[in-house]
């Protein structure tokens, strides 16, 4: 598992031992990357059950301002802490051990992208979509990776379903809120 692009382009990271951790390949993290590409300047980026934290060190690698990682694995928090020191990323990125929905429930925090890629078949991104909502920025981007077999909703209050890609056993659903004006520039 390496970096793929930007200032931390081609390091290696560690993947915490165990199969409780998926770590996203490659295919999918160049892809999410792509979609992305012009959003992570300058962004504030949330990894909820961040693993390795692969996910937000390439967000910081192609220009995020800051990260905040949470996981509730001891061994994957010190895996993650090792990767944001191997990539130079200690200063703009706060890890967290603790429960997603105990963190969306006191944080007060606004995030610019969020991404989440929760343990597959346990139901818990529809629990945690409408948690994280009130900590999204106003143009803020929600990518969600999951099982195939999982619908997730069109829209989630001003949150509305942009893009579903399916990579074999993955689906990146990609959320983007609604731009209220928008819809008045183009009457």
């Known amino acids: 598992m390496r ?5 931390a382009r081609g390091r290696k990271l560690l993947t915490p031992e165990g199969l409780d951790t998926r770590p996203t390949t490659d295919k999918v993290k160049e892809a ?11 962004a504030k980026v949330l990894d909820l059950f961040a693993g390795s934290g692969q996910m937000a060190v390439e967000a910081l690698s192609r220009g995020a301002r800051a990260a905040t990682l949470i996981d509730t694995n001891p061994k994957a928090i010190a895996c993650i802490r090792q990767n ?15 429960d997603a929905v105990a963190f969306l429930q006191r944080c007060r925090e606004q995030f610019d992208i ?6 597959y078949e346990n139901g818990i ?45 993955i689906t990146v659903s990609i959320y983007r809120a609604d731009h209220p004006e928008a819809a008045e520039d183009s009457e």
């Open 114 to 119: 969020a991404l989440l890629d929760p343990p």
């Open 84 to 98: 944001i020191d191997h990539c130079g990323f200690s200063e703009i990125a706060a890890v967290l051990r603790t």
């Open 3 to 7: 970096v793929i692009t930007g200032s």
């Open 32 to 42: 999410i990357g792509s979609a992305l590409q012009f959003d992570f300047c300058g």
């Open 125 to 169: 991104l529809p629990k945690i979509l409408p948690l994280l909502i009130p900590h999204m920025a106003k143009n803020g981007i929600i990518v969600c990776e999951h099982e195939p077999e999982l619908q997730l909703p069109e829209r989630i209050e001003n949150f509305y379903l942009q893009k579903v890609k399916k990579y074999g056993k």
